[in-house]
């Protein structure tokens, strides 16, 4: 405990301590009757301790034991009446005839008491070990009542913790009421820690799935040992006797140590030099903060972060119940239904897990809407946990009644489906979209730096290819015309002469002999494509452009057409190819593009020029790219063809999506699959909504995304030994990626690091473990057959970016 309380003398003027030695006075309690300037009435013969009246409140105080200080903050390491302070006047500790040590309150009631009773003349002692002894005067080894057998939140060196004694945490940083945690040895002999909180309790340390099914050795842990001890030694080692024991960092120097059941459920040791005023920690129980039971309360999630420290939040749809008080959590913002006409959304949650509170049983082998369902028709259900087993390789449904102990939880394959009632709240999030960089109408200029290419002939791989080699073997065509087609195509018909665009964004009109000048006659071709061919050229401003002329678009009308370009030209991501402008000249249609050094992803992976780093950055930027693509613009643009060809990088391996926008972009609201005509796109990253005629929705790029950042970890292509060109066959090579990569996942023994299987071989060691891990769970759900269960893009930007080094 730390008193942050100054104990000013003006604050405590006439706090009055009897100590009333009725046979003796202890000689070594240096003691006046009445003591006004100061609340000290002993310190221990070193100094080290003293014990006293410490202010808890206004005109509140607790008698207390703390380590003797000069400066304001104290550390208090034992309090009598830490639940029910006395008035800071005329209380009084007195040690009554009857041998009985006792406080009371100036309302003259006991407030708390040694009950002890002896007729023998005795002395209160407290040692230089932080203990405040009452024994007999004349035979000091007769000890009556010790403050060492009754510690409140903290252990001192040499304090032995037994059967009879447990620690009890503050209840917060300033309230040094009991709280809520509770450190104890339990009836199996196993040293544990609880959460006792309000409506709930549950046991979190040590993992008590860990313990459970390990009777006998859980944990480390021993049943056996029934004396049920425990002690922190002068040098820093903790040791129980379920044979739990650890040393702090600082183990072997002799220095002022504690160990603290925090007011956050961590027990913690701390250490400092004599003298000094800070204390470092030198030892804790708990590594992880967000998965101590209780500390956001119901209905929040706890994250964790290096910077900040932790942070509880609440979920969507719900709100503070006391933002000052994260420990009561957040309540509902709707009202709660039971009946069966409410129609529920599901909100998912990645790398989140709710501890407990499952309903009843689990469901084995469930499909999601399978579990969807079930949790729509059961009334207490909050949501559910849906998760891949990798043991049996079943999916597991865990309908929960009630959302504790939410906290991020990096690596959780389980992900949480929050439910809600369906209202407008999506449309609203749709909305505020409006409020991004990208309206439809913005008139700002958008940057294109021009970067000239590198004009180095040595470099034997420079000559590459802005569009994808195997690009536009397919076009996504086609989506539902709608508000934006109406107005583009009123953008176009305005613009007789020119392009409305062309003013703000340098975005333009080349005529066919501009370009075929450029290309000195469509002489220089780096890439080729069923949808089109592409040159390399110079353009009249010096710049090296990638042209692009269309097959696939040779009947398509001219304001057709530039609809689509108008669109394409309007993006703007450092994660997007930028376009420059366009030819559309009789039934020529050409686009030219920004020009990209390093070629294609397709390219590179082969060639060893990409390392670990470069591996992880692609992924990333791809994501931004897509997740731009998908939901930060008024247009839901879906991309339809990922693949590696599609991947191109700059000179500094930058990724940049390319052969986007062709596909039409879609209207969110009004989604509608007979509109769709049947097109799909490469083999071997093709999700399987194509194959099987489902809704096709922005899930289609996730899963190709997914694919290739597959192929990026493990080297190996989804489309090697495809053998028939049928839709079927491909399907299940397609699988085979992702299954091969599951398999060795759910194979790997527990300890065993699973991502050495996977890893492409030409990376050598030379990767992050936690970031591969993390890139390759989240590569495995984009993956995932039902497209609901995979997470969208900007969630995958998200969970990335948290690990990004
Ligand atoms: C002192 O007290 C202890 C503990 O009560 C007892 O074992 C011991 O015999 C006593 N010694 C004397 C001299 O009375
Ligand atoms: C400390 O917390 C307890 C329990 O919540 C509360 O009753 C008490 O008023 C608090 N004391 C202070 C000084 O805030
Ligand atoms: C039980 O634990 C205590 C303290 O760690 C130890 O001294 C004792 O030897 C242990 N007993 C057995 C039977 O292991
Ligand atoms: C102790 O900590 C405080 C606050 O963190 C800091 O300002 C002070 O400099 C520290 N004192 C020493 C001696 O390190
Ligand atoms: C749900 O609807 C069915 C028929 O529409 C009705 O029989 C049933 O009682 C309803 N259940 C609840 C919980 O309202
Ligand atoms: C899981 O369910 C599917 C379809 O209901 C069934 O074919 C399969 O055998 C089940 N698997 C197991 C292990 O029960």
Known sequence: MNANMASSPTLIPFLLIFFLFHFHRSSSLPLSVENPEDDVIVSSPKGTFTAGFSPVGENAYSFAIWFSTQATTKTVVWMANRDQPVNGKRSTLSLLKTGNLVLTDAGQFDVWSTNTLSSKTLELHLFDTGNLVLREQSNQSAVLWQSFGFPTDTLLPG????????????????????????????????????????????????????????????????????????????????????????????????????????HDGNVRVYSRKNGEENWSITGQFKSQPCFIHG??????????????????????????????????????????????????????????????????????????????????????????????????????????????????????????????????????????????????????????????????????????????????????????????????NHLVSADQQGYVLAAATGFRRYTYSELKQATKGFSEEIGRGAGGTVYKGVLSDKRIAAIKKLHEFADQGESEFLTEVSIIGRLNHMNLIGMWGYCVEGKHRMLVYEYMENGSLAHNLPSNALDWSKRYNIAVGMAKGLAYLHEECLEWILHCDIKPQNILLDSDYQPKVADFGLSKPLNRNNVNNSSFSRIRGTRGYMAPEWVFN????????????????????????????????????????????????????????????????????????????????????????????????????????????????
């Open 159 to 262: 304090q032995i913790f037994t059967r009879f004694t447990k620690l009890v945490s503050s209840r917060s940083e300033g309230n040094h009421s009991s709280g809520f945690y509770n450190l104890y040895f339990d009836n199996d002999n196993v040293f544990r820690i609880l959460y006792d909180g309000p409506q709930v309790s549950s046991v979190y340390w040590p993992d008590p799935w860990l313990v459970s099914d390990n009777v006998g050795f859980g944990n480390g842990r021993s049943t056996y040992n029934s004396s049920r001890v425990a002690v922190l030694d002068n040098l820093g080692e903790f040791s129980a006797s379920d044979h739990f024991s650890f040393k702090t960092i600082d183990y072997g120097l002799l220095l002022q140590r504690r160990l603290t059941l925090d």
């Open 295 to 488: 500390i956001c309360g119901p209905n929040s999630i706890c994250s964790h972060e290096q910077v900040i420290g932790r942070k509880c939040s609440c979920l969507e749809g719900y709100s503070w119940i006391d933002s000052q008080d994260w420990t009561l959590g957040c309540k509902p913002n709707f009202q709660p239904t039971c009946d069966n006409k409410t129609e529920y959304r599901f909100v998912p949650y990645y790398e989140v897990d709710f501890y407990g509170y499952d309903y009843g049983s689990s469901f084995s082998n469930y499909t999601y809407k399978q579990c969807e369902k079930l949790c729509s028709g059961l009334c207490e259900c909050m949501g559910f946990q849906y998760s891949f087993a990798r043991e049996n390789g079943l999916f597991w449904c865990y309908p929960k009644r009630q959302l504790l102990n939410g906290h991020h939880s990096p690596g959780f394959t389980g992900q949480i489906f929050l439910r809600l009632p369906k209202n407008d709240v999506q449309e609203n999030r749709v909305q505020n979209s409006d409020d991004l960089a990208c309206s439809r109408n913005a008139e700002k200029v958008l940057e294109r730096p021009y970067v000239k290419g590198k004009e180095n002939g040595s470099v034997k791989f420079m000559l590459w290819f802005a569009i994808g080699l195997g690009g536009f073997e397919v076009l996504c065509i086609f989506m539902v015309w709608c508000f934006l087609f109406r107005s583009s």
């Open 694 to 805: 489902l809704q096709i929705t922005s899930k289609v790029d996730v899963y190709s995304y997914g694919i290739v950042v597959l192929e990026m970890i493990t080297g190996r292509s989804p489309m090697i030994g495809v053998q028939v060109t049928e839709l079927g066959a491909d399907q299940s090579h397609n699988e085979r990626l992702a299954t091969w990569v599951r398999e060795r996942r759910r194979k790997a023994r527990e300890g065993e690091c699973w991502v050495e299987q996977i890893v492409d071989p030409t990376l050598g060691s030379d990767y992050d473990v936690e970031q591969m891990e993390i890139l390759t769970t989240v590569a495995l759900e984009c993956v995932e057959e039902e497209k609901d269960v995979r997470p969208s893009m900007s969630q995958v930007v998200e969970r990335l970016q948290s690990h990004d080094s």
